[in-house]
């Protein structure tokens, strides 16, 4: 629990170390060994972290986010990958559709690794077809909750709010996917007086819960 909570902090070597002292004593608890992996992906540590992920799947192979996370870790090569090893799990008949999805993108990642296009892109194919079959999504959920941030935050609103605070204060940096707000964050960076907290997520579930909380319909697609 330790572990986890400075994990939710942010603070990953900590993280670490509850994580190494449990596994001293238990080696074999999964759950902690797929979390100290996933603290040290965040570190840089990838091949700490692939050994962790290894060991994981040893234990619980119906462990398909391990398969998956190991498969993004770096880039197969012919001589190492777990092409044959993740072939050899979609022979099997594990019963849950979620399990073979994971498999299946794993599986696209390691053969367009290889440069195995047409088998990449089949695997691919595959997965996001039974993730397709499963999935409650309606483009309109979407499409009304663009509607409404437009309709809500006009250019006189905008207007209306002025230049901000002159004090000390968090700064938001606010916009939708791939429209430059990684980059306005490291520009603000650099200036001396400002200190990053990087991407969090605590004002996205905030957002989120208050949208649910009010009705709003387009609340479950938010991020």
């Known amino acids: 629990m330790a572990g986890d909570l400075a994990s939710a902090a942010g603070d990953y070597r900590l993280a670490n170390r509850f994580f190494d002292s449990v596994l001293t004593r238990e080696p074999n608890l999964v759950g902690v060994r797929f979390n100290r ?9 990838l091949e700490s972290a692939e050994k962790d992920y290894d060991a994981v799947i040893a234990v619980d ?34 019963p849950a559709w979620q399990h073979r999805m994971r498999l299946l993108y794993a599986l696209a990642k390691e053969r367009e690794d290889l440069g195995h296009v047409a088998q990449a892109f089949a695997a691919l194919d595959a997965a996001t077809k039974l993730r397709r079959c499963h999935l409650d999504y309606d483009i309109g959920d979407d499409l009304a909750a663009l509607a409404a941030i437009r309709s809500t935050f006009t250019s006189s609103t905008l207007a209306s709010m002025g230049e901000g605070f002159s004090g000390a204060a968090p700064i938001f940096v606010l916009g939708l996917p791939r429209s430059g707000t990684t ?29 649910k ?11």
């Open 183 to 211: 980059l306005v964050e490291r520009i603000l960076e650099a200036h001396p007086d400002v200190v990053s907290g990087g991407e969090m997520s605590a004002f996205a579930r905030a957002l989120e819960h208050c949208a």
């Open 37 to 45: 992996a996933a603290t040290a992906r965040f570190l840089g540590e």
């Open 61 to 94: 192979p119906a462990d398909s986010e391990a398969w998956l996370n190991r498969s993004h870790l770096r880039r197969q090569t012919s001589v190492r990958n777990h092409i044959a090893q993740i072939e050899t799990a979609l022979g099997g008949d594990h």
């Open 213 to 223: 909380a009010s009705g709003f319909r387009g609340a479950a697609n938010m991020p």
